[in-house]
C-alpha cells in the first residue's frame, strides 16, 4: 500500500487518498503501532471530512494517542447526527476516565445500542480493565450472540476471560483440586476458541 500511495497520490482523488490512508492505518495498527496508526487516521480525515465513519477513524486515533477529550469531542459530534452509529458509542466508552463506574459509563449508552457487537465488546474491555471479570465475560457473550461477522478476537478474548476467572484463585496451582464447576468453564473456554 506505501508503493501504492507514492505511485498514485498527486494524480488521484480525496477520496482514494482517505482509504488508502486509512488502510495503511488499520495494517500499522494491526501490526502493533498505534501511534503511527493514529496519525494516519488523523490525517486521513481531510480527504473526507463528514463521512461518520471518517471522524470516527479520527476519534479512534487520538485515542490512541491518549487524548480522550479530542476523541470524546469527535465522536459526540458523530452521535449528535446518527445516535446508532455502533463505532462511535464504542469509542465513547474507551473515552470515560478510570474513575468513573462502569456502572454510570454503561449507563450512558442509550440502552437500545448497548447490544452491538462493538459496544458490547467495549463494555467487556473496559470491564476486564476494571478486573470485573463476570462482567467482561457477560458482555463478550453478548458481542459473540449479536456478532454476524462471526469476529476471531471476540471468541478468543472470551476464552481468556473464563481462564482468567478460574485462575483468579491461585491456590488451585498449588493446593485444590479443579472442581467441576471449573472443570466446565475449562471446557467452555477451549470449546469457544476452537
Known amino acids: ?72 469531542t469527535i465522536v459526540n459530534k458523530v452521535l449528535s447526527k446518527n445516535p446508532a452509529n455502533d463505532l462511535a458509542n464504542s469509542i465513547l466508552i474507551q473515552t470515560f476516565p478510570d474513575s468513573k463506574s462502569l456502572e454510570d459509563i454503561i449507563t450512558g449508552v442509550p440502552e437500545a445500542y448497548r447490544n452491538s457487537p462493538e459496544v458490547a465488546y467495549a463494555i467487556s474491555h473496559l470491564a476486564r480493565k476494571k478486573k470485573t471479570l463476570l462482567e467482561a465475560k457477560k458482555w463478550l457473550e453478548i458481542a459473540i450472540a449479536t456478532d454476524k461477522e462471526n469476529i476471531p478476537y471476540f471468541k478468543g478474548d472470551l476464552g481468556t476471560v473464563i481462564l482468567e476467572i478460574i485462575t483468579e484463585d491461585k491456590s488451585i496451582f498449588y493446593f485444590n483440586q479443579i472442581d467441576d464447576i471449573k472443570k466446565r468453564c475449562i471446557k467452555q473456554s477451549y470449546s469457544i476458541v476452537n
Open 1 to 72: 500500500m506505501e508503493k501504492l500511495k507514492s505511485r498514485i497520490w498527486s494524480n488521484t482523488q480525496p477520496i482514494v487518498k482517505y482509504r488508502l490512508l486509512t488502510n495503511i492505518g488499520s495494517a500499522r495498527l494491526s501490526l502493533g503501532q498505534e501511534k503511527d496508526a493514529a496519525i494516519l487516521f488523523i490525517e486521513a480525515l481531510q480527504y473526507n471530512p463528514e463521512d461518520g465513519k471518517a471522524l470516527c477513524n479520527k476519534a479512534l486515533g487520538h485515542l490512541l494517542l491518549g487524548q480522550l477529550e479530542d476523541a470524546k
